[in-house]
Each structure stands twice: as C-alpha cells, then as structure tokens.
C-alpha cells in the first residue's frame, strides 16, 4: 500500500493570505496526484489533478506541484470560500487518501 | 450533464444485509471506472474499491477487501456497494466518484449515501 501523509493537519489563516499545504507519499507516485476540496456536509471538488494540472472551473489561485514523493498545493490569496477541508490522493497504485488538512480562520 | 445519482439514506440494524446504489447519467457510464469512498463520522475519505463497468472487473483496498462487494449493472448505468453483514462500525458516510480517465482523479461525485448501523 502507497501510504500518504499530508502536513499540517490543520492552518489557520486570513483572507488574502498565501497557503501552502504539504502532500507526501510513501513512495513514488511520479505525478499521479490530485487535490480535493470538501466542505462540511458536501461531496468533495476535484481541484487539481496530475500533480499540476487545473481542473476546468477551478479558480487559478489553486495551484499544484511536485512529483516523485512531495507535492504542495497552494492558494496564493486565500478567499472566503476557501475555508475548508483539503486531501490529496495518489492514484499510481489504486488510490489512497490522505489524511486532510482543515483551513480554518484565523 | 454528468451526474452521480446515490440512493437515498439508510438505517440499519448489525447482522442486516445492504446494497446501496449509484447512477451514472449524461456520459457514457461504461467508459469509466467508478469507485467508492469511505467517511467516517467527521473523519477523512477512505478509498474502498472501483469498478470498470465495462466489463465489472473490480480492485478493492486490503482495508475492504472481503467486506464488501463492489459491482455494475451496465444495462441500467448503475454501481453498487454492497454488505452482507454490516457492523456498527460501517456507519458512514459513502460516495461514488468517476474517475476521469487519462490523467486521473475523481472528477464526478454522488451526493454521498448515510449509512446508520445500529442495534
């Protein structure tokens, strides 16, 4: 099993602050990794999918890197609407989540 | 438009058999794969298996393999998740997701199936 770790478990921001969060897989996936978004009571949104790629409808605050073991994501102006839970997910080998980073206000 | 239909909320009592379903519409359902997730109570997701509806072949995670069964009724565009024997620690929150194929990632939700097991 590819494990997937995500640091921190949980940020504290402002509007308009740069959030970066933190993805890494216990092996390497290349680029085989995608962000969700998911807020309390909803279905998660797939954000960025092949590590960098944006899926369509997606802000482009969103941004995504990394291959092999480490990837971030990263929202260069956090807005309102951005205060949630977000996973990261390899799919190299089947598919393992990881354990969620809650944004919350600071 | 794409859409994860999911069957509706489920109370349950342990030992009770379930089958909860997924309906796929406005793509063409068997060309891609669908898998199921896993929320536990104010917990993360959990990938549990998928599915190519295609031909019904399945992937499971060791975590449910033996657990549950995972299939496809193509003729009717529709997935299923499926216990034989549910337990109370089953209770949860599931979802259908499409992958999208190429690239990757779940890119179409249910809404998501509460299941409630409780004595």
């Known amino acids: 099993d590819i494990q997937m770790t995500q640091s921190p478990s949980t940020l504290s921001a402002s509007v308009g602050d740069r959030v970066t969060i933190t993805c890494r897989a216990s092996?390497?996936?290349?680029?085989?990794l995608a962000w969700y978004q998911q807020k309390p009571g909803k279905a998660p949104k797939l954000l960025i999918y092949k590590a960098s790629s944006l899926e369509s409808g997606v802000p482009s605050r969103f941004s995504g890197s990394g291959s092999g073991t480490e990837f971030t994501l990263t929202i260069s102006s956090l807005q309102p609407d951005d205060f949630a839970t977000y996973y990261c997910q390899q799919y190299n080998s089947y598919s393992t989540f990881g354990p969620g980073t809650k944004v919350d206000i600071k | 438009e794409v859409q994860l239909v999911q069957s509706g909320a489920e109370v349950k009592k342990p030992g009770e058999s379930l089958r909860i379903s997924c309906k796929g519409s406005g793509y063409s359902f068997t060309s891609y794969w669908i898998s199921w997730v896993r929320q536990m109570p104010g917990k993360g997701l959990e990938w549990m298996g998928r599915?190519?509806?295609?031909?019904?072949?399945?992937n499971y995670s060791p975590s449910f393999q033996g657990h549950v069964t995972i299939s496809a009724d193509k003729s009717i565009s529709t997935a299923y998740l499926q216990w034989s024997s549910l337990k109370a620690s089953d209770t949860a929150m599931y979802y259908c997701a499409r992958h999208m194929g190429g690239p990757g990632g779940f890119d179409y939700w249910g809404q998501g199936t509460l299941v409630t097991v409780s004595s």
């Open positions: 092996q390497s996936i290349s680029s085989w």
């Open positions: 599915i190519d509806p295609s031909d019904s072949y399945t």
